[in-house]
């Protein structure tokens, strides 16, 4: 198979998780201090590298079939439920994720904590603050990069996507210096889940044991049908929100109180 | 223990997500699909895919019947 399709929905799902990254270093570097900010950043860049070095090529040992079940629920589970959010977040029937807002309430947070050094870190809050963002948003990135590289046996090609995807939010979030609210955060959660749906679909059965017809060639197929039921559930729930609710009981006459 | 707690919660939030219904579906399907596979002999590609679906629509009408999640 291409590597392309395996390189772009890595570089889309990590520009996701390293924007949110960005906005707490941000928050932490400009309120606090920049030299522990990137002593934090380093410093969690290097436990996942560490990760995908140590987990990636291990894996590799695992048969495919087995590789390929575990996995493809794994990502189907993940996909679903990044679709899930995405399509409850596009429905108004959750906030979307702001990171303006976001911003904001790190660096109030930062702004209130007392500074005080500990393991030749100046300030170890910036340090733990910028090293916990970096690390969590970081671990998708890694389960991703680890289950599609190696499901694809193409570990390298899902590195260049996640490489590149820090690399162009990290510049353009050096370039800017705010956090990067115009980033259609929800499209592009609602794209990965459509892509680790449809991955995980497709190596989940595989693993079963099942032959999809026409082989590879049926992921073509797949993707646009997880697309379109996806956005049938969108557009139902936006046509629902919009239909007035019926009159509904006074709670004393149903004995419901909540 | 406390740690130990707060470290599970954060393996089960990042495996199961928000609707453990969910991932019960997707492992439930592909252990039917298996048994198809290898003991009805039955090519069932079909199963995973509608099942998926199926659990998408029953957590995001589960999550929209009340006031919905506004986390």
Redesign the interface.
């Known amino acids: 198979m291409n590597s392309l399709p395996l390189i772009l929905t890595v570089f889309v799902a990590c520009a996701v998780e390293a924007t949110e990254a960005l906005t707490i270093v941000l928050a932490s570097g400009l309120t606090r201090e920049w030299r522990s900010t990137f002593q934090g950043m380093a410093v969690a860049l290097v436990v996942l590298a560490a990760v995908v070095a140590a987990v990636g090529p291990a894996l590799t040992l695992v048969p495919l079939a087995a590789l390929r079940?575990v996995v493809?629920?794994?990502l189907?589970?993940?996909g679903?439920?990044w679709?899930?959010?995405a399509?409850?977040r596009a429905?108004g029937?959750?906030?979307l994720h702001d990171e303006a807002s976001a911003y904001l309430r790190e660096v109030a947070a930062a702004k209130a904590a007392t500074v005080t050094s500990r393991r030749g870190v100046n300030d170890w809050y910036a340090f733990t603050l910028s090293f916990k963002g970096v690390l969590l948003e970081g671990?998708?990135v890694v389960f991703i990069v680890i289950t599609f590289g190696d499901n694809q046996r193409d570990l390298g090609a899902a590195v260049i996507g996640a490489a590149a995807a820090v690399i162009v939010i990290t510049v353009t979030g050096i370039a800017v210096r705010v956090p990067l609210a115009r980033v259609p955060e929800n499209a592009m959660k609602f794209a990965v889940g459509i892509m680790l749906?449809s991955f995980?679909?497709f190596w989940?059965?595989e693993?079963?044991?099942?032959?999809?017809?026409g082989h590879d060639a049926?992921l073509l197929g797949?993707v646009p049908?997880?697309a379109l039921?996806?956005l049938g559930?969108t557009l139902m729930?936006r046509q629902?929100r919009t239909i007035p609710a019926p009159p509904v009981a006074h709670p004393s006459e149903e004995g419901v109180t909540s | 223990m406390k740690r130990l707690r707060s470290i599970g919660a954060f393996w089960y939030d990042f495996v199961v997500g928000d609707d453990w219904r969910v991932a019960a579906v997707v492992v439930s399907a592909v252990a039917l699909t298996a048994l198809l596979v290898h003991v009805a002999g039955v090519n069932a590609w079909w199963l995973l895919p509608v099942c998926v679906f199926g659990a998408l629509g029953w957590s995001l009408h589960r999550a929209t019947a009340g006031t919905g999640e506004n986390q």
Do not use: N
């Not at chain 1, 693993?207 to 017809?213: F, K, T």
């Open positions: 079940l493809g629920a794994l189907a589970i993940f679903v439920q679709l899930r959010k399509i409850l429905t029937h959750k906030s671990l998708e749906t995980g679909l989940g059965a693993g079963a044991g099942v032959s999809w017809p049926s797949l049908v997880v039921v996806s559930y729930l629902w």
